[in-house]
Every structure is written in C-alpha cells, then in structure tokens.
C-alpha cells in the first residue's frame, strides 16, 4: 500500500511524519500549482467547489508518482463535505486512476468503524504504536502552528522585505526533516531561533485583520492567492482564526488539551447572530468574528470557495456583526478564475481604509 492524502497548506508535515510512524510507504503529492488545477477542474463537475478540484489533481498527481491508497477525512452536515470521497473515488475511476480510499469519519459517528479503519491503515502495530504516532504528528503540528503564527507577527515588521518568508521556509523543513522526539524538540528550538534573526522594527504600529472563514482555502496558500503574504506585506498582521492543531484538539481530542481556542466557546459567542450548526465552519466564522471584534482588532477578512454553501449563510450575517460591533469586513471569494492582481488590488485598498479608520480614531480626543 502506498498511500497518499490531499493537500491543505503545511498539513502534510504532520500528516507524512505521523503514517512514517505507523511504518507505511507515504507519498506526498506535488505542492498544489496550476498543473494541479488544470487537472482537476478538467475531471470534476463544474459547479464543485474549489478544494474537490484541487484534491482531484492531488490524487492524480499522487498516483502518477506511485500512490495507489487514498486516506483522507470524512464529513457531515449540510455542505458537500460529506460526500467528497465518494465522488473523488467516482471520478478517479472513471478516468482510468483508480485509487482505494480510506475516509475516516469523525469519531462521534461511528467509532467502531473509525478503529477498524485506523487498524486497516496501522497493520500490526498495536494500539500504543498508534498512539505515539499520533502524538507525534500532533507536536509536529503546533511545531508548524507556532512558526505560522511567527512569520505573521514578523512580516509587517520586517526590515529587509522577505526576511520572513526566508525565514519561514528555512523553519518549516527544520520541522519536516525530524523524525525523532529529540530531533523534533531541537528543531523546534532552532525554528524559533530563526526568527530571531529576523530583523524588525518592533515600535512600528500595525494594523491588526482577523482572518475567518472556510477551512481549506485559509490553510491553503495556492487557494487563497497566497493572502497571508500579501496583507503581511501590505503592513498588516493577520490573526487566523483556524490553525491544524487547534482543529485536532477540538474534533479529535474532544477540545480537552488546554491553551487553544475552544469550539464552544466560539459557538457562544456567535449566538446572537447564528444559533445552529449551517456545516463547515459557518458558526465559527462568526463566533470569531465577534470574537475579534471585542478584542479590538482593525478588521476582518473572510474567505471562501465560490459556491461554499456554510459561508454562502456566513456572509449574509457579517454585514451585521461589522455594523454592530464597529468592524470593517472584506469578503473574498476564490475559484479557478482568482488571478492574485485582483485580490491585491481590493486587499490595498481595505489596509487603506483600516489604516485611515485608526488614524481618525486617534485623533479624536478621548472621552471622560
Ligand atoms: S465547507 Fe464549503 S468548500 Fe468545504 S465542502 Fe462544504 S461547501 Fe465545499
């Protein structure tokens, strides 16, 4: 068996080091590019959204190097989620690709078919083997977190435009390369180390965006243009509101390790707006932006899929959020049409307009 997953942004350091663990043949897919899109809008139906396509070209690109077994998560709710594997096995087939799927449903489903399934991918290692490796690819996902989160406080600081991205490349393979505990413990320390050597100018007022919105296009930078890059070089820090390990602490483990956001938590507070689950990350997209609002960031961008059903609802509530709480809001949509001059040109523009809202703020003489 040699298996493969899709891509979504630095999931695959993890995800690689966590299946190496369980002795499995891994084959990561080819970073996400045009070649990848061109493939699978050509085989998908036109009207799925953007992460089914680009999971098709994965899948292709993956086989082409040898893989012959698909894992990937499962999904319910009312969004498409939830049927992804079947139609991405449907079209794999169709094509002459034929690959074997592994879906791992969340646990609150089925766990007894969740466990077979985990045996069926592990072979003989015990259940203390699967374990450790997933205890493994947990710390190698905060590990990839914590760099994330680095390169966004630096780069609106940056003195030398693109240090950071330098420097966040050079973290990430120091992460991807460990396969040891104490290999991993010493890269983490080296990673931070590299950012030390970033130079900033630390006394320089940035404007601060809350980044919400649906999973796969906020952790995937061929998806969103790479957006992270570009509002950090517009001057601005980004706060996202999904990272991997935090979405692993609260689907997996139940939220129960402490430090991350809690889902419940972002729940409550998206309740006087939206009471009730709408699939994906709907709810979360505006328990966060409430969330955001009260901590007193400038502004929001929300981002999505053209045709994303959970933001489709999300979307028609910002609108209120942004006027009650006093918070801009930029909604971005990404399909394959998404050129980046485009998302630059409105991204400019919505930085000028933080920037411009904060000074006026400031000017205003404070009250009692
Ligand atoms: S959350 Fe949006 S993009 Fe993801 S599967 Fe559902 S509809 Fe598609």
Redesign the pocket.
């Known amino acids: 068996m040699r298996v493969t997953f899709p891509h979504m942004g630095n999931m695959y350091i993890p995800l690689r080091a966590m299946l190496q663990c369980l002795g499995l043949d891994v084959v990561v897919p080819p970073p996400s590019s045009k070649k990848t899109l061109s493939l699978g809008v050509k085989h998908s139906p036109e009207f799925a959204?953007l992460?089914l396509k680009l999971n098709v070209g994965n899948f292709i690109e993956a086989g082409e190097l040898g893989a012959d077994t698909v894992i990937m998560a499962g999904g319910c709710g009312p969004?498409?989620?939830g049927y992804?594997a079947q139609i991405e096995q449907a079209i794999l087939k169709d094509i002459g690709r034929a690959m074997d799927f592994i879906v791992l449903e969340p646990p609150d489903r089925n766990i007894a078919e969740l466990l077979t399934k985990i045996k069926r991918i592990a072979g003989k290692k015990s259940w203390w083997d699967i374990f450790q490796a997933v205890r493994f690819g947990y710390r190698k996902a905060k590990a990839v977190d914590e760099i994330e989160r680095a390169s966004f406080r630096l780069r609106p600081r940056e003195l030398v435009v693109g240090a950071t991205d330098a420097a966040y490349r050079k973290a990430l393979a120091l992460i991807d390369d460990t396969c040891t505990w104490d290999g991993l413990n010493c890269a983490a320390e080296k990673a931070r180390a590299v950012f030390t050597e970033v130079a900033i100018d630390d006394q320089r007022q940035v404007i601060k965006v809350g980044l919400v919105g649906?999973i796969?296009t906020l952790l995937e930078p061929f998806s969103n243009q790479n957006l992270e890059r570009c509002v950090g070089h517009l001057g601005a820090e980004i706060d996202r509101s999904i990272y991997l390990s935090e979405w692993v602490n609260n689907h997996l483990f139940g939220g129960l390790l402490k430090g991350d956001r809690k889902r419940k938590d972002v729940c409550a507070a998206a309740h006087p707006y939206l009471r009730h689950f709408v699939?994906?990350h709907g709810q979360e997209t505006i328990g966060t932006a409430v969330l955001y609002a009260r901590a007193g960031l400038d502004g929001l961008i929300q981002l999505?899929?053209f045709t994303?059903?959970?933001?489709i609802v999300a979307e028609s509530i910002l609108p209120d959020v942004s006027s009650d709480l006093g918070i801009p809001s930029l909604t971005l949509i990404m399909d394959e049409q998404s050129g980046e001059a485009g998302m630059l040109t409105r991204l400019e523009a919505f930085v000028d307009l933080l920037e411009q809202k904060r000074e006026i703020a400031m000017q205003q003489p404070s009250v009692g």
Not at 308 to 311: G, L, S
């Open positions: 959204c992460p969004c498409r989620f992804y649906e796969y699939g994906g999505f899929p994303c059903m959970p933001e």
